[in-house]
């Protein structure tokens, strides 16, 4: 029996192909949405942890056949990514063969409506990942407009986010995702026909802070790094700049691929060695891949293979 995946998952081909899960490796899916990923690891011969806040992701994983019996090749783990190591702990294992993380919204997420994450269908503004814990509707309505703006600005890059923040606290209150979207598009003069909804960037950047997202990416990329064994592989998919930027950035670090100061000063050897190596340019979508699923357009890969050196944190460091 196979469980059903409802949802297309992103460049599964090439962050199977970067994992390369083997029978009997036990490999993390950081993510587990829907379970493409995991469907795929399971398919290899893998066993899957596979992490998700959504109760909703890890009830429907829970019908999967894989999590039950004696030694069961899916173990499901209701917690967020970040908190991998503690988790894997308690299931008494300390190292790993491969983690794959899609950051973000699911698209499960996306398309329902009262899960407040998107502006296509009216549903009150929650925006939780975890249903739990404040809202969307918690933040617009209660935050004061500076603070507001600064979302804005910081994790949707919206440029006239003091005029958005502004519109919303007029506005006030705020309680389904149609209101705020017609806000924003107010504020910042949409038409119909427009290319790009402006009300994107607001609903972007509101839950990201709403979840918290950048930096739980943060802390599940120095987790990932302590719970691989040396040999091991870590994918990370995102889907816009912020996130790629986090991950970009985290890698060149762990491999010592920071460019030196000036072109003029003798290249140093660098005392601390590298964590990761054999770090992947971004691997984007093919056109035949976001003919087939749209949702796959703004989506990055990027890999590495861990080394044998220490954990860089010092909370994971042995």
Request: glycine share 6%; proline share 6%; no cysteine.
């Amino acid at each position: 029996m196979t469980a059903a995946v409802p949802h297309i998952p992103v460049l599964l081909g090439e962050v199977v192909a970067a994992l390369s899960p083997q029978p009997g490796d036990v490999v993390i899916d950081a993510t587990f949405g829907a379970g493409g990923y995991t469907r795929a690891f399971l398919d290899a011969g893998a066993t899957v942890h596979a992490f998700d806040r959504d109760p909703d992701a890890i009830a429907a994983g829970r019908e999967w056949p894989e999590t039950r019996g004696e030694s069961p090749r899916l173990v499901l783990h209701p917690r967020r990514f970040s908190e991998m190591v503690a988790s894997m702990a308690e299931a008494g294992i300390a190292r790993v063969d491969g983690i794959a993380m899609d950051i973000g919204v699911s698209s499960m997420q996306l398309d329902q409506a009262e899960r407040g994450f998107a502006f296509s269908s009216n549903g009150p503004l929650d925006m939780t990942m975890s249903r739990s814990g404040p809202t969307a509707a918690d933040f617009v309505n209660e935050a004061e407009a500076d603070e507001i703006a600064d979302v804005l600005y910081r994790y949707g890059e919206e440029r006239q986010s003091r005029r958005v923040a502004r519109a919303i606290v007029a506005a006030r209150p705020l309680a389904t995702t149609g209101e705020l979207a017609q806000v924003v598009r107010k504020a910042l003069g949409f038409r119909p026909g427009d290319k790009k909804d402006p009300a994107t960037r607001s609903f972007q950047a509101i839950r990201i802070h709403v979840n918290g997202e950048l930096d739980e990416l943060e802390t599940g990329l120095s987790a990932a790094e302590a719970l691989l064994k040396d040999g091991g592989r870590l994918a990370v998919v995102t889907f816009h700049s912020l996130e790629d930027r986090i991950v970009k950035q985290f890698f060149r670090d762990a491999a010592n691929l920071n460019p030196r100061a000036s072109r003029y000063l003798p290249e140093m050897q660098d005392a601390t060695p590298a964590r990761f190596e054999s770090v992947t340019k971004a691997i984007r979508p093919s056109a035949a891949e976001i003919e087939r699923n749209p949702r796959a357009r703004s989506s990055t890969l990027r890999a590495a293979t861990r080394t044998a050196a220490p954990a860089a944190s010092k909370e994971y460091a042995a």
